[in-house]
Every structure is written in structure tokens, then in C-alpha cells.
């Protein structure tokens, strides 16, 4: 099981969830995303994306500065 990074930094809605959609085609089951995001909405749509997308929200830490960790269980 690996662990998978995405740097959407300085992305607006809605292309951080639209990136993470686009990677989210190569990563296999088991494996884990974490996304470093910037974008004040990205708690919100990344949680609405993983229950549309069944997959299981780890975690979404606000970083302070505005910035956003989430890990992503594939």
C-alpha cells in the first residue's frame, strides 16, 4: 500500500476536487492520497467527493495559513 501525493496549492474550486478526480483513475485499492489544498471550500468538497466516490475521508487538518492536509483511503 502506498501513499500517493497531490499539491493543489493556489487551486480555486473547483479544480482541486477536479484533480484529485483525475488521479483518483490511476490509484489502486488500499493505496492512500494525501492532498495539500489551499482553496477555503476544499474540506467541504472533498468530503462530498469521497462519499460520492466511495472512499473513506481519513482525515482533512486545517494547517493553519489557510492551507488544508486530507488522506484519501482508496
Given at each position: 500500500m502506498a501513499v500517493h501525493t497531490l499539491d493543489v496549492l493556489g487551486l480555486k474550486c473547483p479544480q482541486p476536487v477536479?484533480?484529485?478526480a483525475i488521479m483518483a483513475k490511476s490509484i489502486p485499492a488500499?493505496?492512500?492520497?494525501?492532498?495539500m489544498a489551499d482553496c477555503e471550500s476544499f474540506p467541504k468538497d472533498v468530503e462530498a467527493w469521497c462519499g460520492k466516490?466511495?472512499?473513506?475521508l481519513l482525515f482533512c487538518l486545517?494547517?493553519?495559513?489557510?492551507?488544508?492536509?486530507a488522506?484519501?483511503?482508496f
Open positions: 477536479l484533480k484529485l488500499g493505496d492512500t492520497v494525501e492532498v466516490m466511495n472512499k473513506t486545517d494547517e493553519g495559513g489557510g492551507k488544508h492536509k488522506q484519501i483511503q
